[in-house]
């Protein structure tokens, strides 16, 4: 999963307006090159937490992959076999 890292970055917000902006140079990383960073100022609830949402996403992940191969099995089932010896085009004439 990519991520945008900031190390230097600017927060406009207009909290009436429900608006926020972010300025800075971003550059894409991965987010398991930051986990180390990041757990290292985690605490224990924190830790925890992390821990369950990255079971759900796994899970998540893997739904979606059952998904996607049930979708490809039901396309499979709307083309009909097809049926050696017969010849459809002499009984359409």
């Known amino acids: 999963m990519l991520t945008v890292y ?42 925890a937490s992390l821990r369950k949402l990255a079971e759900s996403y796994q899970s998540m992940q893997k739904k979606d992959e059952d998904d996607k191969k049930d979708e490809a099995d039901e396309d499979d089932d709307d083309i009909p076999e097809l049926v050696s010896g017969e010849n459809f085009e002499s009984k359409v004439e």
């Open 6 to 47: 900031c190390i230097l970055y600017l927060v406009h917000a207009a909290v009436p307006a429900n608006t926020f902006a972010i300025y800075g140079n971003g550059e894409e990383k991965e987010l398991t090159e930051l986990v180390p960073g990041i757990l290292n100022q985690l605490g224990p609830d924190s830790l």
